[in-house]
C-alpha cells in the first residue's frame, strides 16, 4: 500500500537535520563528545535555554502535524519540557544539556511511531542508515 502522505519522508529528514544541529553539530576536540546549538544557546544566562526551545517546539508541531500519537507526543513534551528544566540549572543544566540530546531523542521517536505505521517510512535517517551500514 503506498504512503497517503509521500511528504512525510521528507518532513521526517527535516525533523532529523534540526535535532543534529541542536544536539550533535560539533565535535569536542580531544573528547570527542558531540555537542550542538542547544549546549551553546545554554550557556547565554536567562535567555539560552528559552532560545532552544523554538526548535524543540518545531519538531513537537511537526509531529503532530506528521499525525504522531499522543503517547509519542507526550513523551515527545516530556523530554523537552526535562530538558528545559533541568537546563536552565547553571553549569548541572550545560552538562546535562550534552548528554540528554531531546532533539534527537524526540526525532528517534517520532520516526519509531510513524514507521510502525507505515513501511514507506525507515526506522533510522537515511543518513544515519547508509553511516551505520544499514
Same mark, same amino acid.
Given at each position: ?25 560539533? @565535535? ?12 551553546? +544557546?545554554? +550557556? ?16 513537537? +508541531?511537526?509531529?503532530? $502535524? ?8 507526550? $513523551? ?34 517520532? @520516526? ?23
Amino acid at each position: 500500500m503506498p504512503d497517503p502522505h509521500p511528504d512525510h519522508a521528507a518532513r521526517l529528514d527535516r525533523v532529523d537535520r534540526i535535532a543534529r544541529r541542536m544536539d550533535r553539530a560539533f @565535535r569536542v576536540p580531544v573528547v570527542g563528545m558531540r555537542v550542538g546549538y542547544d549546549s551553546i +544557546l545554554g +550557556l547565554i544566562p536567562g535567555i539560552g535555554d528559552a532560545l532552544a526551545l523554538a526548535p524543540a517546539g518545531y519538531i513537537l +508541531l511537526e509531529a503532530h $502535524r506528521l499525525g504522531a500519537s499522543l503517547g509519542t507526543l507526550a $513523551r515527545m513534551g516530556a523530554n523537552v519540557g526535562i530538558d528545559f528544566v533541568i537546563g536552565a540549572i547553571p553549569l548541572i543544566g550545560d552538562l546535562f544539556d550534552i548528554g540528554w540530546k531531546a532533539n534527537t531523542r524526540n526525532a528517534a521517536l517520532l @520516526r519509531r511511531d510513524l514507521s510502525r505505521r507505515s513501511p514507506a517510512i525507515p526506522r533510522r535517517p537515511r543518513t544515519e542508515a547508509a553511516h551505520q551500514g544499514g
